[in-house]
């Protein structure tokens, strides 16, 4: 198992790690318009591993449109954040430098701490960010990572991205969870414009990412 968080004050909304909230869609980040989408891509362990791999070498971010330029490893060790063992007993965090690993292009793979910056269009709309990994999680069942905005966002906020393999049916699940607060004063005066941004975000994160197009749930 490696999970790894960064701490850091660099990004520009105070609810870090709210994605992983359960009632996230009930009570969403001050000023913030949630967001929640899982789908069935497959199922057993070669679909989870390639999905995860997919996951964490940007192929949802590149996929969907989104150029990733200057992508910067965390200067620092990471932050081990606490897990559980068998019996739900709390084993202490600690520090650990962790192993960087590259794609075939040459890029980082997903890393806690690591900086990059998005450009693109999503539904004609401008996509560009500068963006921080807060955590990523890779365990034997699950494999994901959490984006937070740090600045130069029409919208502020985090997106978590999820692969589970269901041990109750085999079955391989992504999940896709958001809260964006408008910045710009057009997105502060036509939420609107939020939800369908985050909708065509989602669809073609599911096009990367799944063979399937499951029916979202």
Sequence with gaps: MRRGTFRDDTVDYAAVGATHA???????????????????????????????????????????????????????????????????????????????????????????????KLHGHVAGMRADAELRVISVTEEKRRIGFVLGTVGGSVVSGEESFDIDWREDNDEVWFTVRAFDAPNSLLYRLLPTLVKRRRKELFARYLRAISPLYATPV
Excluded: C, K
């Design 22 to 116: 359960p009632d996230l869609m009930q009570y969403p980040p001050e000023r913030s318009i949630p967001a929640e989408q899982s789908w069935r891509i497959g199922s057993g362990a070669e679909r989870f591993q390639s999905a995860g791999e997919s996951l964490l070498t940007w192929t949802a971010q590149r996929a969907a449109g989104l150029s990733i330029e200057d992508v910067r490893p965390a200067s620092g060790p990471a932050y081990a954040g606490v897990s559980f063992d068998a019996e739900g007993n709390p084993i202490a965090p600690s520090r650990r430098d962790v192993e960087q690993r590259f794609d075939a292009e040459g890029t980082p793979f997903v890393g806690p701490g690591m900086t990059l």
